[in-house]
């Protein structure tokens, strides 16, 4: 397994041809790193699973470079659908749509959707890109990390958390840290109108704006249509708490305005939600590295990105 920051040219074409020799490799994209390999390709899509120790019933989401490729992995495809992708695609969206016979069971966790998304990250579309010119069709690309744990926002956390478990012919593209930081909006475009079942970036007010629809935010707990919507996710091997100001030696986390209790552990302290969501993982992952036995976390108010930040953190904390 090798890792690399020159992430030119040739680089991708190399990370292309392991993708299209099915091999994995991890791939930056505006949210969270991904893992990605070929989602044609089902030896390839079963080992992502063991390396993930993810279950095979978890669907996966196809990483595609343009929104006119929607139509060869989905059907019957409604017009808010395309509405929604022809605004913001290449972004933080990820769409479930009725699926074509190009998306087998063992992408889709043998359901009758799938899910897809278009990144806006120039070496995630490059990559894309070149792996569509060399004859393939989409990267299924969950998180690059294991099942359950705190989502990777850097290349280091990539190796830290799955590095033992890749090989010498997979890859680990390093283009810094992710701008965004949370994973994206995940909305359910099976029905006559769409329905928010993972909240991200995109925010319903947009979804409005774009479609004239407004979406349904159903719970979806008992479904696995999507990933990241099991009770418990994105969890550090520390205990969360939220909403509790920290003790002598607990990890804290909160908006720069908020004070530090006497002798707990700051691990972050953004001064905007958008810092807050772009650190929030790397600071999780960073409790871990201190051996901290409980993270306290100070949730930020207000609707979109925030409303995000606090889903995750929900999924994370003690029940």
């Known amino acids: 397994m090798k890792i690399t ?18 091999n994995l490799v991890a791939f930056p994209t505006e949210t969270v790193y991904g893992l990605g390999v070929d989602a044609t390709n089902e030896t390839a899509v079963s080992r992502l699973y063991k390396v993930k120790n993810r279950p095979t019933t978890h669907p996966l989401i196809v990483h595609i470079s343009s929104v006119n490729l929607l139509s060869k992995w989905a059907v019957e495809v409604p017009e808010y659908a395309l509405e ?3 605004k913001f695609w290449p972004g933080p969206m990820t769409l479930i749509v009725k699926r074509s016979e190009l998306a087998q069971d063992f992408i889709t966790g043998a359901q009758d959707s799938v899910a897809i998304r278009v990144p806006n990250q120039q070496v995630a579309l490059s990559l894309l890109k070149q792996f569509e010119q060399l004859g393939g069709h989409g990267v299924a690309a969950p998180s690059a990390n294991k099942f359950g744990a705190v989502s990777p926002t850097s290349a280091s956390a990539v190796h830290e958390e799955l590095g033992s478990d ?42 409005i704006d774009c479609t004239g629809l407004e979406p349904s935010n159903e719970s979806f707990k008992n479904s696995l249509k ?8 994105y969890s550090p091997k520390a205990r969360v708490f939220l909403d509790l100001m920290a003790g002598p030696g ?9 004070s530090t209790p006497k002798g707990a ?3 972050a302290a953004p001064t905007t939600i958008e810092q807050f969501a772009a650190e929030i993982y790397s600071a ?15 949730q930020p108010p207000g609707g979109g990105l925030a409303l995000a930040i606090r889903d995750r953190l929900g999924k994370a904390a003690e029940k």
Do not use: Y
Not at 5 to 22: F, P, T, W, Y
Not at 226 to 233: F, W
Not at 284 to 298: A, C, P, S
């Open 84 to 86: 929604l992708g022809e």
């Open 265 to 267: 552990v700051r691990l």
């Open 5 to 22: 920051s020159n992430c030119g040219q040739e680089v991708i074409h190399k990370a292309a041809m392991a993708l299209i020799d099915g």
């Open 284 to 298: 999780l992952r960073d409790g871990d590295k201190k051996e901290l036995n409980k993270i306290m976390v100070i």
């Open 166 to 207: 890749l090989n010498s012919t997979d890859l680990i593209l390093d283009d810094g840290n992710c701008l965004i930081g949370v994973e994206s909006t995940i909305i359910d475009c099976t029905n006559e109108f769409p329905r928010v079942i993972r909240p991200g970036w995109l925010t319903p007010e947009q979804i």
């Open 250 to 258: 607990e990890g804290f986390i909160a908006l720069a305005e908020i």
């Open 226 to 233: 999507s990933p990241g919507l099991l009770d418990s996710h």
